[in-house]
């Protein structure tokens, strides 16, 4: 799979086209989030970014991440449906759509904004140094998944 560059103003206003695409009653073809709590979900990927919302893991699961979830994070092979996904993400909770989505097409734009250079080399809350590329494939194969999930 090749990801679409985040970076890209056409690509985030593609995908905010497709996220505007979403209502309060969008239902998954697969798994069991709400459309609010989806939403919230992919969020916590920015969260790591731009917050200290989630605590950092220590050295000894970082260098397990890294090993183990790393490539199928930021690489190009596209997540499975129903796939694992880590704690941090998994939201029980009630959502507000409005401010969800919201809250996504801000990051959106402010990863766009920041661009490339800005995440050159950046380290990640668990994966450690990422490239440019990295961080682009992280990014894009997440949110493509679960609006594809929403079928959108």
Do not use: C
């Not at 991440?65 to 998994?90: C, E, Q, R, S």
């Amino acid at each position: 799979m090749m990801s679409k560059n985040i970076f890209d103003p056409e690509v985030v206003a593609e995908l905010t086209d497709r996220i505007n695409k979403l209502s309060p009653d969008s239902q998954p073809q697969w798994g069991k989030m709400s459309v609010s709590q989806m939403l919230a979900h992919v969020n916590v990927s920015y969260e790591l970014v731009f917050t200290d919302k989630h605590p950092k893991p220590n050295g000894f699961m970082k260098f397990i991440l890294k090993m183990m979830v790393k490539d199928a994070v930021v690489g190009p092979k596209p997540y499975k449906k129903n796939g694992p996904t880590a704690p941090a993400f998994i939201i029980k909770d009630k959502r507000d759509f409005e401010t969800e989505k919201k809250q996504l097409t801000d990051y959106l734009n402010k990863t766009q904004q920041l661009g490339e250079a800005h995440f050159d080399g950046k380290e990640s809350h668990s994966f450690g140094k990422l490239s440019i590329g990295e961080w682009n494939t992280m990014f894009y194969k997440h949110i493509d998944h679960h609006l594809t999930q929403f079928g959108v």
